[in-house]
C-alpha cells in the first residue's frame, strides 16, 4: 500500500516562502512521477508540478513556472515543493499524488495514490 503524507503548509503573507514535503512509503519509487496538486474553496483541483522520479524530468502549470520548484531526495522517499513569492490567489490546500511511468501528466485523474493534503493560506 502506497502512503504519502505532506507536511510544510502554513499561514504566510504575500511574497513570503514555503516548502512543502511529501513523504512517500509502501513501495519502491523509481518508476513513479510525484505531483503536487491545490484545490481553492469552491474550485476544482488543479495540477501545480510534477516530478519524474527516475529521470528528474519536471514540469509546472504556467502560473506557477519560476515561483514554485520541485525536487526529491530518493534516499527520503521525499518530494519537495518549494514555492516562493507567494501569492493570495496560491490559497489552497496542497496535495501530493503518485501515478506510474510514463508520462508527466498534469491529469488529476491519471494519480492513483494521494496524500490527504496541507493547507497554505497567504494573506495580503
Known amino acids: 500500500q502506497v502512503l504519502l503524507a505532506e507536511s510544510g503548509g502554513g499561514a504566510v503573507q504575500a511574497g513570503g516562502s514555503l516548502r512543502l514535503s511529501c513523504a512517500a512509503s509502501?513501495?519502491?519509487?523509481?518508476?513513479?512521477?510525484m505531483g503536487w496538486f491545490r484545490q481553492a474553496p469552491g474550485k476544482e483541483r488543479e495540477f501545480v508540478s510534477a516530478?519524474?522520479?527516475?529521470?528528474?524530468?519536471?514540469t509546472y502549470a504556467d502560473t506557477e513556472k519560476g515561483r514554485f520548484t520541485i525536487s526529491g531526495d530518493n534516499t527520503k522517499n521525499t518530494v519537495y515543493m518549494q514555492m516562493n513569492n507567494l501569492k493570495p490567489e496560491d490559497t489552497a490546500v496542497y496535495y501530493c499524488?503518485?501515478?506510474?511511468?510514463?508520462?508527466?501528466?498534469?491529469?488529476?485523474?491519471?494519480?492513483?495514490?494521494w496524500g490527504q493534503g496541507t493547507q497554505v493560506t497567504v494573506s495580503s
Open positions: 516530478l519524474n522520479w527516475s529521470g528528474g524530468s519536471t
Open positions: 509502501g513501495r519502491a519509487f523509481s518508476n513513479y512521477v
Open positions: 499524488a503518485a501515478r506510474e511511468l510514463p508520462g508527466l501528466s498534469r491529469e488529476t485523474y491519471t494519480y492513483k495514490y
